[in-house]
T-cell receptor
């Protein structure tokens, strides 16, 4: 099992450019999440998908869109990148969304917006 | 809202020293509590968790006890190793309408010297 995989590992964008971050999991999990990690702030939830076909906003959704393509894949799109979106992005999945569920994280995508 | 506060870092220790990383939380209801660890260049992975008051989570020599009366979940290890150098995150999942969201502390960088 590969677990949670993310592509790309690293990306540099210019302000205003768009890109899609890809995430896939092979654990047959129902729930998937996108977080961003900024220095001194821990991780903050951008969007989540409780199950295939559903998505909803987290704490910091502005400037992002998501697609739950199927049960395995959950992509994050930046339509018009801004320097404030420079961050490390993590995708995670869990079997369900109960309060005791363990979330499994991908290796992250480091994004630099110039 | 829900929040997690961790002790300020970074923490630098010599090998075989005793480790404590403090974590306190604010949440409505009865959250589950987690410690995640992030090794250099990797995603987060679960270290241990506790789902109800007085539960003790343990793994790889690390322990933490869910203390409802002091709203704390401090991480301890009796004898740290160089390989324990990483960033440690305390997190909670409040359940209910929080849809499986993890709320993270800001992270504590631990460096262990030989």
């Amino acid at each position: 099992n590969a677990g949670v995989t993310q592509t790309p590992k690293f990306q540099v964008l210019k302000t205003g450019q768009s890109m899609t971050l890809q995430c896939a999991q092979d654990m047959n999990h129902n729930s998937m999440y996108w977080y961003r990690q900024d220095p001194g702030m821990g991780l903050r939830l951008i969007y989540y998908s409780a199950s295939e076909g559903t998505t909803d906003k987290g704490e910091v959704p502005n400037g992002y869109n998501v697609s739950r393509l199927n049960k395995r894949e959950f992509s994050l799109r930046l339509e018009s990148a801004a320097p404030s979106q420079t961050s490390v992005y993590f995708c995670a999945s869990s079997e369900d969304r109960g309060r005791a569920e363990t979330q499994y994280f991908g290796p992250g995508t480091r994004l630099l917006v110039l | 809202g829900d929040s997690v506060t961790q002790m300020e870092g970074p923490v630098t220790l010599s090998e075989e020293a005793f480790l404590t990383i403090n974590c306190t939380y604010t949440a409505t209801g009865y959250p589950s509590l987690f410690w995640y660890v992030q090794y250099p260049g990797e995603g987060l992975q679960l270290l241990l968790k506790a789902t109800k008051a007085d539960d003790k989570g343990s793994n790889k020599g690390f322990e933490a006890t869910y203390r409802k009366e002091t709203t704390s979940f401090h991480l301890e290890k009796g004898s740290v190793q160089v390989s324990d150098s990483a960033v440690y995150f305390c997190a909670l999942n409040a359940g209910g309408t929080s849809y499986g969201k993890l709320t993270f502390g800001q992270g504590t960088i631990l460096t262990v010297h030989p």
